[in-house]
T-cell receptor, first 110, second 110 residues
């Protein structure tokens, strides 16, 4: 069975500080991993996926199969990054049927 | 904005009743997934429909059922409601490898 763990419920940093949101997973197959974000009063939306190896809004995430991790990083946090972040694993073949972690609330203080 | 809508926004039911939640996907999105999000937790995958057939299911009992219609709308039906069914119910439609989430229906079971 697949599982996604986000060990921190809340992460509070000052503006300009580096941010790392942790995500660990367990999955017997080849994982497809995603980060979703939910800003205040907005719906859940895709931030990035590991396959794309892209940087979105300054965030990057590297899949580490040895450590079964997919941590989300940003070198300099901005106040507008404050949101709820969810790590998710897909057991489908098209980025769907997602298993989500419990989420981490990121608060960026001025 | 992707145009995934859900109705109603809020709903109150009593234990043992039945409920139907509705989702309208964007035209061309032939896959729809439903998720349950309890307070303070990440979304949990209920099931997925592709071209009007269920093609994936999470760890939910048979009293959770669904339908998908040719006009890209879908329903989630829950029979014999229990107190633990109180949650935010999200639908997500898929195009290619991206899931687009609706705003959710908040269900309270008393």
């Amino acid at each position: 069975a697949q599982r996604v763990t986000q060990p921190e419920k809340l992460l509070s940093v000052f503006k300009g500080a580096p941010v790392e949101l942790k995500c660990n997973y367990s999955y017997s197959g080849s994982p497809e991993l995603f980060w979703y974000v939910q800003y205040s009063r907005q719906r859940l939306q895709l931030l990035l996926r590991h396959i794309s190896r892209e940087s979105i809004k300054g965030f990057t995430a590297d899949l580490n199969k040895g450590e079964t991790s997919f941590h989300l990083k940003k070198p300099f946090a901005q106040e507008e990054d404050s949101a709820m972040y969810y790590c998710a694993l897909s057991r489908g073949n098209a980025g769907n049927m997602l298993t989500f972690g419990g989420g981490t609330r990121l608060m960026v203080k001025p | 904005e992707t145009g995934v809508t859900q109705s109603p926004t809020h709903l109150i039911k009593t234990r043992g009743q039945q409920v139907t939640l509705r989702c309208s996907s964007q035209s061309g999105h032939n896959t729809v997934s439903w998720y349950q999000q309890a307070l303070g937790q990440g979304p949990q995958f209920i099931f997925q429909y592709y071209r009007e057939e269920e093609n994936g299911r999470g760890n939910f009992p048979p009293r959770f059922s669904g339908l998908q219609f040719p006009n890209y709308s879908s329903e989630l039906n829950v029979n014999a409601l229990e107190l633990d069914d109180s949650a935010l119910y999200l639908c997500a439609s898929s195009l290619m490898e991206t899931q687009y989430f609706g705003p959710g229906t908040r269900l309270l079971v008393l």
